[in-house]
């Protein structure tokens, strides 16, 4: 049989076999039977009508009337099939025939006895007899015919029932299937249906029939099964995809409150669960921060009253298991006693899952999801969320780890930052420095001749008086602003010298030197600068580095014009201010109506290098102010608003007038008598300017240009007893400089002093960082009175 | 070949009989009195008779002949050995009627027919099947007459006589027999 036979037509053609063999076996036993019985039926209906025939026929045969017992042979006619008769007599002769006139050839020559089936035809002998007396013998011939009609009447009933029965089978099958079939059929759709489209929610319907029910229970029974595994396999697909999104979600995030967000928002979405919150544990603390909530569970979270920043205290609850490193599911919260499950439960929720957050072996946070029924989350969940946490403090750690790496590059950068602006402030304070020094060469001339005329040149006009006043602080001013361009890259010096600074006159100073810059300059772009100076009287004087506090007004004001490109006001207030203690202070204010900053700008604008001029700006000017505000003891506030303008406000502690003012120039004791003095430099200039104010003042100049001159003129007046009684030289020179020079000296003569003059000098003053060898430094340009002061202090 | 010379054998001799017969047959023709010897003999088993026939079993069942005896020694060959019923077949010979004494079938020979009427009264209180050859016995009360046709003998056979003698006469015999009624006497 065909696989592909389909059940029906199989079973069809077994009921169709079966029922043809019974039938067949049926008909040919009937037939057997009926043939067999029809042989001896036929031999006996024969022997009968030949009996009667017989019977009759005695008296003819006894009386020897042969038209009498052919009479009676014609009662044979009442059966067609008799072909022949015969009546013999006694001796053997044939005594009347039927049909008559039956050719005697057709008959027996001799009567036999008894019957029997000959070739063709049933033959029998019948005696005659009445009583014991027999009278003659009577011979039948009945043809086949009779049976063979019979037979074929049989095989026509066989065929007609044979047909009949098959037909009904057909019919009754056909029924009995339908109810053996359908439920078969019916399975079978079911089985395709599952197998085709992989529907496995279908189900066989029960049919009654015992053994089916049964088998289509235990199909019902395998498809739930399976779809319950299919049910479960989609489930921990879908936790998978959800595990794989979520990880994917966080690898891409590098903050922990956004890793966060994305993780509760993932579950709430697709696991899902009513709500979802991280809570961040601190080792040392005995609770946990809320540190993000999902967006789904706010309104939970506003019931638990758990607010983001919000404290969990962890008591002995699964919390406290939970920082311990477990994942503790909690099937249903109502029925824990501790304080946070109640408050769970008191929100609405039922059923509570707590997973550690872990990293490096310790709990960092925890995961908390919770759904509103209880007994909610399968074992399967567990495990998945479990994982999550994993991956969570894993992308959590990593979070950190990179926050970490950013913090690092970024103070990386800030420092490279720095180091390359200090560096590129050293390199520029080294060529300043060398440009201090030239200057310093150059304007020490003009400050030598500028004080000795107006020292000893008694016929002065007023006006040629005031103008080398003017110009010999013009010089002074230089001589700082030289001394300053260092500033940007040494070291302050640790200590001030402070003295008396008159707070009005610096003002107006600052005001009239910087006129350039809020006057013309923006003039010459069209902008107009209202400068207004409001002066306190009789303020009082102030401690301080008068140049220092010059400096930060002169930023100050370039500060206020900048922020005003297209003009406005700038106000210059000095004032007195009594603070509560009695103290008396002195307040300077620098009021712009400019641009104005904003709070970030205004919070920033100290710092060093910040600054919002672009290029133009170096970012150090604030800071010099501040700098200077600290090292005066002194109080900076700034009020600004953008688009409003700014002020500065500059606050520095008064003098008490128990402070014995310095004097300020002390007329130190001047060398009377002639003193011979070397001087060497390289600079004729300077050796002019020196050589003429000293020899003014009476002394003995001797001026050698270079080291090696100077050493020599030394060595040589030693030698013819013409000692110098000081050597003034300068430092920096070309082969031999100044350190060699003092070297020199004191080898010829150790008991001549040495005065070091330097473009470098005051540096060398303030560190105390002079040369051996060297008695004295002064800076250049060299005052005269400072001059003349250390030639009394070292001579004397 | 001892075989072959056996069936040989057979053959010749059954062809020889079957010669030997037929040659007998054609020479022996039978008489008109044989064949009514052989019918008369015959009539005992075609006719019942009652059972008080016979007083004791060993009786004879005697066929009576009165008149000339036309059989010779036929019918006596004819009966001989026979029986009827168990009882042994006799033939006798009455030469007058007054001899008459019980016989279940007495022939009455055309010689006797003048006096058929005694004969008759003789036998009225016995159950004897009258037979006779004369012609019209049937018609005068004998019960069984033979009539010879076309050189065949045919029966005539009074059945209101037997009846009255308390015979029963078998059907088969009145089948090839002309039936003589006393009504259809003339008729007949």
Redesign the interface.
């Given at each position: 049989m065909s696989r592909s036979t389909p059940i029906r037509r199989t079973l069809m053609n077994m009921i169709f076999l079966a029922s043809g063999v019974v039938l067949l076996v049926t008909s040919s036993a009937f037939c057997a039977y009926e043939f067999l019985t029809f042989r001896s039926s036929s031999i006996q209906q024969l022997q009968i009508l030949s009996r009667a025939i017989a019977?009759?026929s005695?008296?003819?045969l006894?009386?020897?009337?042969a038209?009498?017992a052919a009479s009676?042979l014609t009662a044979f006619k009442s059966d067609p099939h008799i072909v022949a008769a015969a009546l013999y007599d006694l001796?053997g002769?044939v005594f009347a025939t039927y049909p008559q006139g039956l050719p005697s050839d057709r008959l027996p020559v001799r009567p036999g006895a008894g019957f029997a089936f000959g070739r063709s035809a049933l033959v029998g002998f019948e005696p005659v007899a009445?009583?014991s007396?027999q009278l003659g013998v009577l011979y039948v011939e009945s043809d086949l015919n009779a049976m063979y009609s019979r037979m074929q009447l049989y095989g026509l009933i066989l065929a007609l029932v044979a047909a009949l029965s098959l037909s009904l089978a057909y019919l009754i099958s056909r029924r009995l299937q339908y109810r053996l079939l359908q439920p078969i059929l019916a399975l079978a759709d079911t089985a395709r249906a599952v197998a085709e489209r992989h529907d496995y929610t279908v189900r066989a319907a029960p049919t009654g029939a015992y053994e089916f029910d049964l088998f289509t229970d235990t199909f019902n029974q395998m498809l739930t099964q399976i779809q319950g595994s299919e049910g479960k396999l989609q489930a921990q697909v879908g936790r998978l995809s959800l595990l794989q999104q979520i990880t994917r979600a966080t690898g891409e995030r590098q903050d922990l409150p956004s890793i966060f967000q994305v993780v509760l928002g993932s579950l709430e979405e697709n696991l899902p669960i009513d709500f979802g919150c991280f809570l961040l544990h601190d080792p040392g603390a005995q609770s946990l921060t809320v540190a993000a909530l999902g967006r789904k569970g706010s309104r939970f979270g506003e019931r638990l009253s758990l607010l983001p920043q919000g404290v969990v205290p962890i008591d002995a609850n699964g919390l406290s298991r939970c920082v311990a490193g477990e994942l503790v599911y909690e099937p249903d919260v109502s029925r824990v006693s501790f304080p946070f499950p109640q408050r769970l439960s008191g929100a609405g929720l039922r059923s509570v899952v707590f997973a550690p957050l872990i990293v490096e072996s310790q709990v960092f946070g925890v995961l908390v999801c919770a759904r509103g029924e209880a007994e909610a989350f399968s074992s399967r969940e567990c495990e998945f969320l479990k994982q999550l946490s994993e991956h969570v403090a894993l992308a959590s750690h990593q979070a950190r780890l990179y926050g970490d790496l950013q913090q690092a590059y970024d103070d990386l950068r800030q420092s490279q930052h720095t180091v390359m602006q200090q560096e590129r402030l050293r390199a520029l304070g080294q060529m300043a420095s060398g440009i201090a020094h030239d200057i310093n060469n150059a304007i020490s001339p003009v400050s030598l001749y500028t004080e000795s005329l107006l020292e000893r040149e008694p016929n002065l006009s007023e006006r040629t008086r005031n103008y080398l006043t003017t110009i010999q602080r013009a010089i002074e001013d230089v001589a700082r602003t030289v001394a300053r361009m260092r500033e940007f890259y040494r070291e302050r010096d640790a200590q001030l010298t402070l003295e008396r600074v008159e707070i009005n006159r610096a003002v107006q100073q600052v005001v009239e030197l910087t006129k350039p810059r809020w006057s013309d300059l923006p003039q010459a772009r069209g902008a107009m600068v209202d400068l207004q100076m409001y002066l306190a009287d009789s303020l009082p004087d102030i401690m301080g580095a008068e140049h220092e506090i010059r400096d930060a007004l002169t930023n100050l004001i370039f500060n206020a014009v900048d922020a005003m490109p297209t003009g406005g006001t700038l106000a210059v207030r000095t004032r007195r201010a009594t603070v509560a203690d009695g103290e008396t202070r002195v307040l300077i204010e620098v009021t712009d109506s400019g641009v104005g900053m904003d709070e970030d700008t205004r919070r920033r604008c100290l710092e060093p290098f910040y600054t919002t001029k672009g290029e133009r700006g170096t970012g150090l000017g604030l800071a010099m102010v501040y700098g200077m505000i600290q090292r005066h003891s002194a109080e900076l506030e700034i009020d600004s608003e953008p688009g409003k303008g700014t002020t500065v406000r500059l606050n520095f502690p008064a003098v008490t007038s128990s402070v014995v003012s310095q004097p300020k120039a002390k007329s130190a004791a001047v060398v009377k008598r002639q003193l011979r003095i070397l001087l060497v430099d390289d600079d004729p200039l300077l050796i002019k300017s020196l050589q003429d104010t000293l020899q003014e003042d009476g002394h003995l100049v001797t001026a050698t240009h270079g080291g090696r001159e100077g050493i020599d003129a030394f060595t040589a007046a030693s030698k013819r007893g013409e000692c110098f009684d000081i050597v003034v030289t300068d430092l920096g020179m070309p082969h031999v400089d100044g350190r060699k020079v003092a070297t020199s000296v004191k080898g010829v003569s150790p008991n001549t002093p040495v005065v070091l003059l330097t473009g470098w000098g005051q540096r060398l003053i303030a560190t105390n960082d002079a040369p051996a060898h060297v008695d004295k430094v002064l800076a250049k340009p060299p005052r005269l009175h400072e001059l003349r002061a250390a030639l009394a202090e070292l001579v004397a | 070949m001892a075989l072959l010379t056996g069936k040989l054998r057979l053959l010749v001799v059954a062809g020889a009989c079957l010669i030997v017969a037929q040659a007998l047959?054609a020479a022996d023709a039978p008489t008109e009195n044989q064949?009514q010897a052989v019918?008369l003999f015959?009539f005992s088993?075609?006719v019942e008779w009652p059972p008080q026939t016979f007083a004791a079993p060993s009786d004879p069942f005697v066929i009576g002949i009165v008149g000339t005896d036309p059989f010779g020694s036929r019918l006596d060959e004819a009966v001989h050995n026979?029986q009827?019923n168990g009882h042994a077949l006799t033939v006798r010979r009455y030469r007058n009627i007054s001899e008459l004494d019980n016989c279940q079938i007495l022939f009455i020979d055309r010689s006797e027919i003048a006096r058929l009427g005694q004969i008759l009264s003789a036998l009225d209180h016995h159950s004897t099947l009258t037979v006779s050859q004369a012609d019209g016995a049937a018609q005068h009360g004998v019960m069984i007459q033979f009539a010879t046709e076309n050189n065949?003998?045919?029966?005539r056979i009074n059945v209101d006589s037997a009846r009255a003698a308390g015979l029963t006469i078998?059907s088969?015999?009145l089948?090839?027999?002309e039936i003589i009624g006393a009504d259809d006497k003339v008729e007949r």
């Open positions: 019977s009759n005695t008296a003819a006894a009386f020897e009337n038209e009498d009676v001796r002769k009445e009583g007396k | 047959g064949v019918f015959n088993r075609f026979e009827i065949r003998i045919r029966l078998s088969k015999l089948r090839p027999a």
